[in-house]
C-alpha cells in the first residue's frame, strides 16, 4: 500500500509565498518521478512542476517558472514546492503525484487560495 500525503497550503496575500511538502509512504521498489498538478476552479487540472528520482529533469509549466522551486529529499521520498511571487491565478487545489513501481498514485490535495 502507498501513501501520498500533502502538506502545507494555506491562504496567503498576492505576492507572498507559501512551501509544499509531498510525502510517500508504504512498501514499493522504486519511486521514479514526482510531479506537482493543481486544478483551478473551471479549469482542467494542470502540470505545475515535475522532478525524477534523482532531483534531475525538472519542468516547469511557463506561468510558474522563475516563481517556484520543486526539489525533493530522495532518502525521505518527499517532495517540495516552494511557490513565491504567489499570484491570484495560482488559486488552486494542488495535488502531489508519483510514479511508483510503474503506477501513479496521488495525493489528496492541499488548498492554495491567494488574495488581492
Known amino acids: 500500500q502507498v501513501q501520498v500525503v500533502e502538506s502545507g497550503g494555506g491562504s496567503v496575500q498576492s505576492g507572498g509565498s507559501l512551501r509544499l511538502s509531498c510525502e510517500v509512504s508504504?512498501?514499493?521498489?522504486?519511486?521514479?518521478?514526482m510531479a506537482w498538478f493543481r486544478r483551478s476552479p473551471g479549469k482542467e487540472r494542470e502540470m505545475v512542476a515535475q522532478?525524477?528520482?534523482?532531483?534531475?529533469?525538472?519542468l516547469y509549466r511557463d506561468s510558474v517558472r522563475g516563481r517556484f522551486i520543486i526539489s525533493k529529499n530522495a532518502a525521505e521520498n518527499t517532495v517540495y514546492l516552494q511557490m513565491n511571487n504567489l499570484e491570484l491565478g495560482d488559486t488552486a487545489v494542488y495535488y502531489c503525484?508519483?510514479?511508483?513501481?510503474?503506477?501513479?498514485?496521488w495525493g489528496q490535495g492541499t488548498q492554495v487560495t491567494v488574495s488581492a
Open positions: 503525484n508519483t510514479n511508483v513501481d510503474l503506477k501513479i498514485y
Open positions: 508504504g512498501t514499493f521498489w522504486k519511486l521514479y518521478t
Open positions: 522532478i525524477d528520482r534523482d532531483g534531475g529533469g525538472i
